[in-house]
C-alpha cells in the first residue's frame, strides 16, 4: 500500500493551526517554518518529526520533493543509493528494533566513507550524524535510511533531540544575555545609563 504524499504547508492547511502557532510550539521562527513549506530550506529531522506529530502524519506520507529539486546532481546520487541499498550486506540475526544510524551502517557492512561518498556528503558529517553531534536534515535521513533498508520507524532519534534542546538552552541564554542592558557593552561605552524601563 502506497500512501498518498502531501507537503508540509498542505498538512499545516489541513491542521487548522496558523503558522505562528506552530512555530511556537516547534520552538522556531515563523520566517523558518516558511522556508521549510516552500522548500527554501530543508528541515533537520528534528524539526520535521515535530511537525509530523503536531500534524499527525508518518515520514512515508510526506512529500520530499521540494526538497530534493534543490539538491544539483540528484539523479546520479539516487542511482548510487539504489546500487548500494542493493548491495548492501544481508544480516542473519534480526537486529534490535530501534537503531542509531551507527548501528544501521554496522548492519549494513558499508565502511563511513563508503556512505558518506554515495550521499555526497563529508566523512565528518557522517559521523557527526552518527555521534548526535549534529543534526541531519529530512533528506540526510531519507537518504540513509534507503542504503541502509531501514524503515524511519527504526530509528533512534534521542542523540538528536538531546542536541537540539542543547541548542535551544544555549540560544535562550545568549538571547537573556542580549537582552539584559547591562551586558550591552555599547551603552556604557557610550556613557548611556540603561533606562527604568529597560530595567523593569
Not at 68 to 94: H, L, M, S, T, V
Request: glycine content about 6%.
Amino acid at each position: 500500500m502506497t500512501l498518498e504524499r502531501i507537503t508540509l504547508y498542505d498538512m499545516r492547511m489541513a491542521s487548522g493551526k496558523s503558522g505562528a502557532a506552530i512555530a511556537r510550539l516547534c520552538g522556531t521562527t515563523y520566517r523558518s517554518l516558511r522556508y521549510w513549506e516552500t522548500g527554501t530550506a530543508i528541515p533537520n529531522i528534528v524539526n520535521t518529526h515535530d511537525l509530523l506529530q503536531i500534524y499527525g502524519y508518518s515520514f512515508y506520507e510526506l512529500d520530499l520533493t521540494t526538497f530534493y529539486a534543490k539538491q544539483p546532481n540528484r539523479g546520479e546520487k539516487q542511482k548510487r543509493i539504489d546500487e548500494a541499498a542493493a548491495q548492501k550486506k544481508k544480516f542473519a540475526i534480526p537486529p534490535p528494533r530501534i537503531l542509531s544510524l551507527y548501528e544501521m551502517r554496522r548492519t549494513s557492512g558499508y565502511s563511513g566513507r563508503t556512505v558518506a561518498r554515495i550521499c555526497g556528503a563529508t566523512y565528518r558529517s557522517l559521523r557527526n550524524w552518527e555521534t548526535g553531534s549534529s543534526i541531519p536534515n529530512v533528506i540526510n535521513i531519507d537518504d540513509l535510511l534507503q542504503i541502509y533498508g531501514y524503515s524511519f520507524h527504526k530509528l533512534d532519534l534521542t542523540p538528536f533531540y538531546t542536541t537540539f534542546g542543547a541548542r535551544r538552552k544555549k540560544q535562550k541564554e545568549l538571547d537573556a544575555q542580549t537582552d539584559n542592558p547591562l551586558r550591552d557593552r555599547r551603552l556604557f561605552e557610550q556613557g548611556v545609563e540603561p533606562s527604568n524601563k529597560s530595567r523593569q
